[in-house]
């Protein structure tokens, strides 16, 4: 995410570029730890906040670098991944959910456009309704990932996004915590999508996605809204493609999908997995994606998937995400 003055981020982006450009991967973390306050101060931070925070005490998190190395020893195949994410214990918790939050959810509706069970698929697969929110201390383990130098860059621009996140008082540090890599509170955003995107739900002067819901939610809807959602439509459907259907029709790389238009795709043969005809909405657009090769289930994605595919660009997770929403409105 970028700061949201372009001349404050060209800033930060040539400060950050030379800082990192003149630090060694294997320089002591004690050594990189002088040059990082340095770099927080000049973009910023008050030296109250940098020194109180990067403080002699802090020492790399072996687990981080651990896990910031591990490769997958294999791969999963969706149906499996969707089982585990789309199940029943989820579904359930989520309808109470919709039920409990109703009017919240139905303001976030009103200010945002974005549907209750989106918001609310979205928060149960992200940190499981805000049970799962990861407990590492956020400062500590992006300076880990910063100095250990595989994505020094990132992790450093993450890491004074998160001292102003404190300098701004949205939170304390005891409370900072979240994810290995530094994803934060109920709805997992990154710092910089933080300071771009959380919002402040329910006026209170704070965005707390941590422990406020109100501010959880809005900040998520607004997510969405800013990446592109449409509010009167779906995210897509499971469809059925004809035998012998043309497999370069099908989406292989979302960064630049297939689109037709949905009277097109019906022209080609595809329905609904019960046969029918797929619903034609005039001059709505769409595309297939089959998360597990042309074995798997297909689907008929629109313009809400390529939104959900921007806070996680995973077939995996924009499916899930779809389908757990429509389990929990049905």
Do not use: C
């Not at 973390?29 to 931070?45: P, S, Y």
């Amino acid at each position: 995410m970028r700061l949201p003055k372009l001349a404050a981020a060209a800033a930060a982006f040539t400060f950050l570029f030379t800082f990192n450009a003149h630090a060694q991967p294997k320089e002591s973390f004690n050594e990189w730890l002088v040059d990082m306050r340095q770099a927080a101060i000049a973009e910023g931070i008050s030296p109250a906040v940098v020194n109180g925070n990067l403080t002699d005490d802090i020492t790399p998190n072996q687990r981080v670098i651990d896990l910031d190395g591990k490769q997958p020893e294999g791969t999963m195949t969706f149906e499996k991944y969707r089982r585990l994410i789309v199940n029943q214990s989820r579904i359930n918790t989520g309808r109470q959910m919709m039920a409990r939050y109703r009017n919240e959810l139905a303001e976030i509706e009103r200010q945002y456009g974005v549907q209750p069970q989106y918001v609310v698929a979205l928060w149960g697969i992200e940190t499981n309704y805000g049970s799962n929110t990861g407990g590492f201390d956020i400062i500590r383990s992006l300076a880990t990932l910063a100095w250990d130098g595989r994505r020094r860059d990132f992790f450093t621009a993450e890491l004074i996004h998160a001292l102003r996140i404190l300098e701004e008082g949205h939170i304390d540090r005891a409370n900072l915590t979240g994810s290995w890599a530094g994803a934060l509170g109920q709805v997992q955003f990154m710092p910089s999508s933080f300071a771009r995107l959380a919002v402040d739900g329910d006026g209170d002067g704070k965005k707390d996605i941590w422990t406020n819901r109100m501010d959880a939610f809005a900040s998520a809807a607004n997510y969405l809204s800013r990446s592109g959602w449409r509010g009167d439509e779906r995210w897509g459907r499971e469809v059925v493609l004809p035998r012998g259907f043309d497999q370069s029709q099908v989406t292989s790389s979302t960064r630049n999908p297939n689109e037709r238009t949905l009277d097109q795709w019906r022209n080609m043969g595809i329905t609904q997995p019960n046969g029918a005809a797929i619903p034609v909405v005039p001059g709505m657009r769409g595309f297939i994606v089959q998360p597990d090769g042309s074995g798997g289930p297909s689907y008929l994605v629109y313009n809400n998937y390529k939104t959900i595919l921007s806070w996680n660009r995973s077939t995996y997770f924009a499916t899930s995400v779809g389908l757990l929403a429509n389990a929990i409105a049905n």
